[in-house]
């Protein structure tokens, strides 16, 4: 006989904090699924991993447009995007260690600049 009564909180609805988290520094895509996911339950956990993660992508495409100045936004653009994905792979590393530890040198200001969300 077939189980049909499941107690995951997927079959729900609802993700785990942790899960939104980690999606949400999974690409572009995967911060708007993380925003969706946890806008009924706004869970403390999954806001401060998506400010993070927000704030890196703003912060990429900068560098994006700084890449377009020939020679030395080139430059900038190369060292500026090691040093982005340096902090890229923190911040996922703190979501999947379910630590609120904002991201090196910028997180502090991440959570500022994203107080609204």
Known sequence: MENTNTNTNEAKGTFDPKTI?????????GLVVAFVLNNDKKDKF?????KQSLGLVIISLGLFIIGMIPILGWILSFLGS?????LWIMGLINAI????KPVPFLGDHFEKWFDTI
């Open 21 to 29: 988290a980690i999606i949400a520094y999974l690409t572009i895509i």
């Open 46 to 50: 999954a806001t401060f991993h998506i």
């Open 97 to 100: 260690n379910n630590k609120t």
């Open 82 to 86: 090691i040093f982005l994905l340096y």
